[in-house]
């Protein structure tokens, strides 16, 4: 089976409304096929056949409404699928996800044809006409979502239709049903997938991603949201309908004077994060806080305080950049790069090749250009060297971005242009009873005045609690030295490594 990408639903040649209605309650009666590669394209079949007969709009609808509830269904089980995958996808996965994708944009499309009909003959549509609209919502948001989760760009118009859908829900108050639940669930969905955008999810791994977008969905009541911009603060976000963009923070960007534009705060949601992450520390299981398992491990805890972070004052970049076009090699992994600073020999230690897109002061932009990348990810530390130079420089991977199989970008961090290798030895306190794993493998930082003051530790993920402790480093440059340490803070913590700044306990002992 080729990559190439499935055509979009188009009309299928009209044929009889009633052959074609029987022909789609007939397949939907039918029991899931066991494979999403069955299922998608017989779904795009029917969703043509469906739009090009001429049936009454009660049926139509009805008919819509199932197929909607399967496409959605099937959507759902494979976002299950991407969370626990590596992006980007290949081969057949990756045709199932365009297919999925382009599923989901037909859908939409059909569902507001109809909302748009509801909207001008009636303010007060039929139950079945309410039930189109969260499909039509929950379509668009997961389209979003599967390009969150695979590090893909949104489709193109996708945000303006939601932010399109939403108002009109506003305007002509369609979600308006006795006990108001429709709009409810609309505004949930809604900002749900503003939130997740607003976290950046470039930066996240799909694990982190995926939990996160259950968090925020969790939580979409405590925003302030406002259609007065006088209301617009530095730590605000503002959304303009009219642009096919997610929202954009303030403090990045000033919102614009004319435009019907949304804003809202984030600031009670920043707080329970806080809250959540310092019962988490405090040895409070996350299930008790009504959080999943996930978000007391590293990569969980990590996550809450990057998305905290990103809520409470949005990264904006330092430095321009410039444009580039050499290449690079990239060694990536703690063990990789303990193995090459140690001993200076690049023979055995694996790297791919990669391109320069561009630059600053503090990072770079790079696009891979071949070589194994399996592995790779968001969060991990790297080192980066021109292959026509000789120094390596330590960075780690603040996000990444596929647009096709072929194509992998990430943006990198400069941390320190050398590093030392050296081996933890935990102290016979911190086994709690349990049998010692033995000294693990860690990388020491050295200052960078003025840049940063601190020496710095990096550490396999999970290895050290978060709060400072006293550490023992072995480090073998010619004569071995054994150095006692505290570390003083958490800098980065994620799935896959920790960094930690560190300041000498005492003068270095004897070997």
Known sequence: MTDSPPSPVSI??????????????TWLDQPDRPGLLEEVPALVSLLSRLRSCHADRQSRNIALSRMGGRIIENSEKLLAALASLSPPPTGRLRQLVRGMQNLLAALAEDLESMHEYATVRSHKPREIEHTLTVQRMRALSQHLLISDLTAAPAGSDIWQQLHRTYCDLRRYAIGASPDGT????????????????CAQPAAFTPRETWFLAHFLARHVNLLRVSDNQEDLSGRSFWIDPARDAPATPCAR????????????SCDRLATLIREQLAAIRSGVPPERIGLP?????????????????SLESPGKRRFPRRRQHYRAVLCAGLQSLWNLFSRSDEVDVHSSSWMIANESPDGY??????????????????????????????????WGLSENQEHLEFGLQILATEAIPAMLATLPERESGQASTGPRPALILPRVPPLRLDEMLITPSGLLDDRPEQLVLVIEQGNIE????????LNEQNGLIEVFSIEPEQDPLPA
Not at 12 to 25: F, N, Q, Y
Not at 253 to 264: D, H, S, V
Not at 367 to 396: F, N, R, Y
Not at 482 to 489: K, L, Y
């Open 293 to 309: 398992d996930f978000a007391g491990t590293p990569a969980g805890r990590g996550a809450l305080h990057r998305l905290a972070e």
């Open 253 to 264: 960007k000033g919102a614009p004077e004319t435009g019907q534009l949304m804003n809202f």
């Open 482 to 489: 054994v150095r006692e340490v505290r570390s003083t803070r």
């Open 182 to 197: 429709v709009f409810l669930d609309c505004h949930n969905i809604y900002f749900a997938a503003i939130l997740l955008a």
């Open 12 to 25: 299928a040649p009209p044929g009889d409304a009633s052959a074609t209605l029987r022909a789609v309650e």
């Open 365 to 398: 932009s790079i696009m891979h250009v071949h070589g194994d990348t399996s592995g790779v990810s968001v969060g991990d530390i790297v080192a980066l060297k021109p292959e026509t130079g000789c120094q390596w420089q330590v960075c780690i991977i603040r």
